[in-house]
T-cell receptor
Framework: DPKIIQKPKYLVAVTGSEKILICEQYLGHNAMYWYRQSAKKPLEFMFSYSYQKLMDNQTASSRFQPQSSKKNHLDLQITALKPDDSATYFC???????????????FGSGTRLTVL | AQSVTQPDARVTVSEGASLQLRCKYSYSATPYLFWYVQYPRQGLQLLLKYYSGDPVVQGVNGFEAEFSKSNSSFHLRKASVHWSDSAVYFCAVSLPSSNTDKVVFGTGTRLQVSP
């Protein structure tokens, strides 16, 4: 059974709309992350959370807003969607936040977003 | 800024042949080093990681990697590849005691194992 569930697997949206990407992890981890993977760029770090607190934000645009209602949930809300937002968005988790130690990241299978 | 370079975007090898995937990092200190693999339509999975000790580290499915401080490299190897090893392989770095709390990935190397 997958330990990190991302929903939906595929998502098609129109320019200007808003979507929420869902992520739940059942590994008992304290840290969660969002990464983005597109054809033009390598796997790109977006956010890190630890105990539901935002720790790092490397996303330039405020259109991307993570939301953590529970420790094992980290959703990603994207507003005013643009075609350049088309990518696969991966949720990941680790036991704790990777500071000063070699934390292993566990990834979900991703949500492939296409913005028309 | 720390960075990781995978110079080969695509590698093709025959089944049963040996494999080396290259990775070089750019930082004055030795970071934590990782190799992850991504199979089609899946998320990334850890193959192995290194942070100290023996420069040759063993991973899953017969993979190993060798750290070289002098070359700032962390190349991945396998003695005999199988068709199921076809995937995209990512080298990654994380700086110890960093405040950035993030793992930086290379651009990936797509491995195709031919029969």
């Amino acid at each position: 059974d997958p330990k990190i569930i991302q929903k939906p697997k595929y998502l098609v949206a129109v320019t200007g709309s808003e979507k929420i990407l869902i992520c739940e992890q059942y590994l008992g981890h304290n840290a969660m992350y969002w990464y983005r993977q597109s054809a033009k760029k390598p796997l790109e770090f977006m956010f890190s959370y630890s105990y539901q607190k935002l720790m790092d934000n490397q996303t330039a645009s405020s259109r991307f807003q993570p939301q953590s209602s529970k420790k094992n949930h980290l959703d990603l809300q994207i507003t005013a969607l643009k075609p350049d937002d088309s990518a696969t968005y991966f949720c990941a988790s680790s036991q704790d936040l990777g500071t000063g130690c070699a934390e292993t990241l566990y990834f979900g299978s991703g949500t492939r977003l296409t913005v028309l | 800024a720390q960075s990781v370079t995978q110079p080969d975007a695509r590698v093709t090898v025959s089944e049963g042949a040996s494999l080396q995937l290259r990775c070089k990092y750019s930082y004055s200190a030795t970071p934590y080093l990782f190799w992850y693999v991504q199979y089609p339509r899946q998320g990334l999975q850890l193959l192995l990681k290194y942070y100290s000790g023996d420069p040759v580290v063993q991973g899953v499915n017969g993979f190993e990697a060798e750290f070289s401080k002098s070359n700032s490299s962390f190349h991945l190897r396998k003695a005999s590849v199988h068709w199921s090893d076809s995937a995209v392989y990512f080298c990654a770095v994380s700086l110890p005691s960093s405040n950035t709390d993030k793992v930086v990935f290379g651009t990936g190397t797509r491995l195709q194992v031919s029969p």
